[in-house]
T-cell receptor, first 114, second 110 residues
Framework: EAAVTQSPRSKVAVTGGKVTLSCHQTNNHDYMYWYRQDTGHGLRLIHYSYVADSTEKGDIPDGYKASRPSQENFSLILELASLSQTAVYFC?????????????FGEGSRLIVV | GDQVEQSPSALSLHEGTGSALRCNFTTTMRAVQWFRKNSRGSLINLFY???GTKENGRLKSAFDSKERYSTLHIRDAQLEDSGTYFC????????????FGSGTQLTVMP
């Protein structure tokens, strides 16, 4: 079974503060993703990466940065957290060479910005 | 507009009954995945379909790329089936980012 772990699982941050969400996968997958989920919406892609030391913008990248220092690790960075960034964030990985785009998700990180 | 429309947004079933969730697509998709959010918040992959149907236990999914829809059928619903279900579509060639539906909150009642 694929393993994607996120940390922290829950965080309360102050408006204007910096938040880093970390993701670690042990699947040997090339592709990693950060999504956010808001009530009434499906998951929306923030950033993704298909190789270490490179990241790409997803559908809603504004206000977020990403870092992929290694194949296993992918971080999402909120330099100046805002109230609108309160959401649940999911990290995922996939091996595009295997069975299409089957995604393996982490358990989510609940961020509350106050 | 949204490329993936999932319905219903909420569904209540009594144990032992069944129903279907549906996702309509505004364009031709290469494939679809169905997920369930488990009690720990993680998304569990239920099905991946590039065409046709797949069945796993009490769940069955179908995908028709030409008609632009996918369904997830649940039969003999059990209490543990409660949760949020998402479909996610694999866009046409050139883009490999999944587009998620807004989810269906399923509640199974005794």
């Amino acid at each position: 079974e694929a393993a994607v772990t996120q940390s922290p699982r829950s965080k309360v941050a102050v408006t204007g503060g910096k938040v880093t969400l970390s993701c670690h996968q042990t699947n040997n997958h090339d592709y990693m993703y950060w999504y956010r989920q808001d009530t009434g919406h499906g998951l929306r892609l923030i950033h993704y990466s298909y190789v270490a030391d490179s990241t790409e913008k997803g559908d809603i990248p504004d206000g977020y940065k990403a870092s992929r220092p290694s194949q296993e690790n992918f971080s999402l960075i909120l330099e100046l957290a805002s109230l609108s960034q309160t959401a649940v964030y999911f990290c995922a990985s996939s091996d595009r060479a295997y069975s299409g785009n089957t995604l393996y998700f982490g358990e989510g990180s609940r961020l509350i910005v106050v | 507009g949204d490329q993936v429309e999932q319905s219903p947004s909420a569904l209540s079933l009594h144990e032992g009954t069944g129903s279907a969730l549906r996702c309509n697509f505004t364009t031709t998709m290469r494939a679809v995945q169905w997920f369930r959010k488990n009690s720990r918040g993680s998304l569990i992959n239920l099905f991946y379909l590039a065409s046709g149907t797949k069945e796993n236990g009490r769940l069955k999914s179908a995908f028709d790329s030409k008609e632009r829809y996918s369904t997830l059928h649940i039969r003999d619903a059990q209490l543990e089936d409660s949760g949020t279900y998402f479909c996610a579509a694999d866009p046409p060639s050139g883009s490999w980012q999944l587009i998620f539906g807004s989810g269906t909150q399923l509640t199974v009642m005794p």
